[in-house]
């Protein structure tokens, strides 16, 4: 069974951009959360995404947005790309009151 | 807010050596517990979970511990061996929130 995918999995942008960032859950999931985790810090909440619908968001400006196709895939949107944007986007999955499946994570550098 | 802590930043461990991580948590609603590795430049792999009903849970070569009356966590590596180097996080749960503290950094010393 494929795990939890995200792409691209390096993305160079340039203060000021907008970045795109992809995943695709396992297989049945129906929840899809993203987190932030900057050099040196814990994972930070971002968004939790559920049967298509934003359920709960963090702490992060509006800037920070995404959405949930019906076959439950989710995008992570950041626009106005500032430095401290700079960091590890990691994608994970759940299904009902489990524990959570992480994908590798997309490297977003803002220069 | 919740917070998630783990008392050592890093730890180093003889090969073959029982290696310990521990975690404090602050809400006592918190229900579910994971531990999680993350080697570098990968994502977080699940390695265990702890429901608040229970006390132990133990598999392969590792056992998560969990203190409620003080709200702790731990988990025990038995054996531990060099492919456990790696970034240790903990993790509660309230409802559909994660909470995830910054990690230990695990060395394994040959």
């Known amino acids: 069974e494929a795990g939890v995918t995200q792409s691209p999995t390096h993305l160079i942008k340039t203060r000021g951009q907008q970045a795109t960032l992809r995943c695709s859950p396992i297989?049945?999931?129906?929840?899809v959360y993203w987190y932030q985790q900057a050099l040196g810090l814990g994972l930070q909440f971002l968004l939790w995404?559920?049967?298509?619908?934003?359920?709960n968001r963090g702490n992060f400006p509006p800037r920070f947005s995404g959405r949930q196709f019906p076959n439950y895939s989710s995008e992570l949107n950041v626009n106005a790309l500032e430095l401290e944007d700079s960091a590890l986007y990691l994608c994970?999955?759940?299904?009902?009151?489990?524990?959570?499946?992480f994908g590798p994570g997309t490297r977003l550098t803002v220069l | 807010g919740e917070s998630v802590g783990l008392h050592l930043p890093t730890l180093s461990v003889q090969e073959g050596d029982n290696s310990i991580i521990n975690c404090a948590y602050s809400?006592?609603?918190?229900?579910?517990f994971i531990w999680y590795k993350q080697e570098s430049g990968k994502g977080p792999q699940f390695i265990i979970d702890?429901?608040?009903?229970?006390d132990k849970r133990q598999g392969q070569r590792v056992t998560v511990l969990l203190n409620k009356t003080v709200k702790h966590l731990s988990l025990q590596i038995a054996a531990t061996q060099p492919g456990d180097s790696a970034v240790y996080f903990c993790?509660?749960?309230?409802?559909?929130?994660?909470?995830f503290g910054t990690g230990t950094s695990l060395t394994v010393i040959p």
């Open positions: 994970a999955s759940r299904l009902y009151y489990r524990e959570q499946f």
């Open positions: 297989s049945g999931h129906t929840s």
């Open positions: 995404y559920d049967e298509g619908e934003e359920r």
């Open positions: 809400n006592s609603a918190s229900d579910y």
């Open positions: 702890i429901r608040s009903n229970m």
């Open positions: 993790a509660e749960n309230t409802g559909n929130q994660f909470y």
